[in-house]
């Protein structure tokens, strides 16, 4: 199962709002969706999602083209928007309930779906309580499952834990960890990167409609940052490497708190490798040696500029 | 097989009914009533109309002194329970349903169940459905009432079930109405403007109500039950109504259809229908009654829809959606028609025109074969005028459509129909002015020529010294304006075909 997007394009008049977007992705992978307010995630979402139409290019869920069969792919996507539900006198369950029966269920397999739904999203204890009367967590679990009801192998989740607290957001990632686990591909976009560093398999960057960076989380973290963090902790001597590494081709800075120098190496992990060396053939005895990891939000910031559409 | 067994059996039959029956409900109706139904507004809205009836009824019996000599007590009772019913009913149950759908189509709620297997149909017939059990639901609640009144005298059963009937399609269509207004794709504004223009529409809906429930209740029903007339004019305000229904229904499917689909194909279906099974019936009347009239009424209302269609048709999408060209037969025959029936501004425009000439072509061929039949020249009269009208709104409608191609590109092909608005008021408004200019002082023009500045107008063909002006101004101008359009309109029929799916997402086509 694979989603593939192509060349995708949507003008609205002369606004590029998603201008030759590639990507793709498989089953148990998520794929974060990045990129400041009015970057073109939603508008992409929304396509994928087979309520939008592209003005170029195409989209296929496990073969099947968004456009051209939309109706088909339907049954492949479970929509997740960025807004919840604001139905009035109606509960969980007959939300639930009635989406199962416009997703075509029916009778005893309704029944069993929507109660294994609501067990698996943890909504079985507020099954009849109204929907207006639930907390933000409770209503995008509620989204959730209504997503989940006819089983989708893929979830496209726009801004899922925009508004919710620590433990709805724990939560909803351990629920996405799972989902991931029984081979679904989820496409989720968020603010909150560093929770999306923890549970996303892959991550696209969009700025402007126009991809700026895409790939694994491990890639991206090792290819975009120019330069790595590095923590250097010796047995002796640790003021003189201090103004040694100051002097240093390759360090840019150079900072020393009593215990640890922290040093910051131009380069990739090549220049890291190169400096451990120079240290060990200097004579210094090294104890600790430690790259600090860029994070998903270093790196967003390294590649977006924050124009806005 | 034991007695307990037996119950057994029978009641698993009546479960696996209910099942089946649950099953086959239209998943919008359940949902709506499982709303209304734990709503306190409508609760409350139920309440408080019981309690107006109780203390109506009351305070006229109290006040009636005389109300054992009276013969029209019931009916006066009737008329004023009946008007209490029918305001609650033609204020509540449209408001209910279209304020509560365009809220959903103002959120993303609607969005949510086009990515389901429901289809747009079922959306807008499960809200239709679930305004009629509200409604009916509310004339039950006032039912012992209204019957109450029959004791009282002076209003018979059969009056009373046909005012009753009346109110219902009136409530059934005020509903429809707004739910056709809730799915129109415009902002808050705009939306508080047609919910003005919908309570505007109730009122006037409302006062016709009673006026013929009024006449019908003094007269009486009953004495005319046996006369054909009756049964004519039941007819064809049934015919009517299920016209203004079902065209409403279809406009409010095609509206809240994804923009991928083929938007056009339930009204031009609906529509084309319509005017086959319309027309049939109207030339079958016309030749009954040996009058022109039922072809008159049938050819009149036809050409106002297609006026309408025109503006419509130049605001549709350039192109169909590649969901639409995918699906297309191979045959070039089947294909042809599927043009017709398919959305896109091209094929808009063909469809109307090719109504609008069949109908003038009906009405032609009638008035040929029957030139002795009364109304004659009614029919003659109406058809060329309204003909001519549709040439004029054509040739503005085309007008506006090569201006926005190639001066106004900023503008989106939806707002065509407002250029080409501007373009018929231009065209009625500058012409007279310069005259009235030109003739300032003279005034002799108001009696003779001004007809001649009047060329413009699409509606002037009553002024009947200048017809061959019109038409052949009207005509000239078509053929420039086919011929200026002509190129586009050649690549639409040469791109209706699933081959030039990949082609036309090379060439990304702007919307």
Known sequence: ???????????????????????????????GFVGPNGAGKTTTMRILATLDEPTAGQAFIDGVSVIEEPELARKLVGYVPDSLPTHRDISVHEYLDFFARAYGLKGAKRRQTVDGIEEFTN????????????????????????????????????????????????ELRELLRVLSGQGKAILISSHILTELAEICHGAVIIEHGKILMAGGIADLLSDSVPRRTVLIRVLSRQEELHRELLQMHGIETARFNGEEIAAEVSGTDEACAELLAVLIARGYRVVEF???????????????????? | MTAEAELSNSTQTKLKFAERFDDWLNPIVVKELRQAVQSRFVITALLVLLAIQ?????????????????????????????GIMLAVSMLFVPLYSGVRLAAERSETNLDLLFITTIKPRSIIFGKMLAAVVLTVMIFSACLPFLTFT??????????????????????????QTMVFLACLPVGRAFKFMLGVFGFILMVIGYVSTMATAGGMLWEGVGSKIGSMDFWQWVGIIALNYGFQIGLLLALSIALIKPISANRALPVRLYLTIVWIFGGIAALLGSWVEATHDPVVYWQASFNIVFAFSIFTAISERDWPGASVLRTLPESSGKRLLR???????????????????????????????????????????????????NLYLFCYALTAAFLRRHWLTRIGTKWTWVICLMLVAIGSIVPFLIGLLVYLNDSDWWREDYGIWM????????????????????????????????????????????????DKNQSERLE
């Open chain 2, 339 to 389: 043009f017709f029936f398919s959305s896109g501004s091209a094929n808009g425009l063909a469809w109307t025109v090719s109504m609008i000439v069949a109908t003038y072509g009906v009405c032609w061929i009638w008035w040929r074969l029957f030139p002795n039949v009364g109304s004659l020249a009614e029919l003659v009269g109406s058809t060329r005028w309204l003909t001519v009208m």
């Open chain 2, 455 to 502: 060329v413009g107008n699409p509606f002037v063909w009553d002024v009947a010294a200048h017809r061959s002006l019109y038409l052949s101004v009207g005509s000239f101008w078509a053929v420039l304006a086919i011929a200026f359009n002509l190129q586009w309109f050649l690549e639409r029929i040469r791109g209706f075909h699933a081959q030039s799916l990949s």
């Open chain 1, 123 to 170: 909504l079985s204890g507020i099954r009849d309580k109204m929907l207006v009367a639930l907390s933000k967590g409770m209503k995008q679990r509620v989204t959730l499952a209504r997503a989940l009801l006819h089983d989708p192998p893929v979830l496209i989740m726009d801004e899922p834990a925009a508004g919710l607290d620590p433990r709805a957001r724990i």
């Open chain 1, 1 to 31: 199962m694979k989603v593939e997007v192509s060349n995708l394009k949507k003008y609205f008049g002369s606004t590029r709002a998603v201008d030759d977007v590639s990507f793709s992705f498989a089953s148990g992978q998520v794929v």
């Open chain 2, 54 to 82: 109780i203390i109506a009824v009351a305070i006229y019996l109290m006040t009636t002194a005389d109300i054992s000599f009276s013969y029209d007590a019931g009916r006066t009772v009737f008329m004023i329970l009946f």
């Open chain 2, 150 to 175: 029959y004791f009282l005298r002076g209003v018979d059963l059969p009056s009373m079930a046909v005012v009753l009937a009346i109110g219902f399609v009136s409530v059934t269509l005020s509903a």
């Open chain 1, 290 to 309: 430690k790259q600090q990891r860029a994070n998903l939000e270093e790196i967003f910031m390294n590649v977006t500029k924050g124009v806005v559409q």
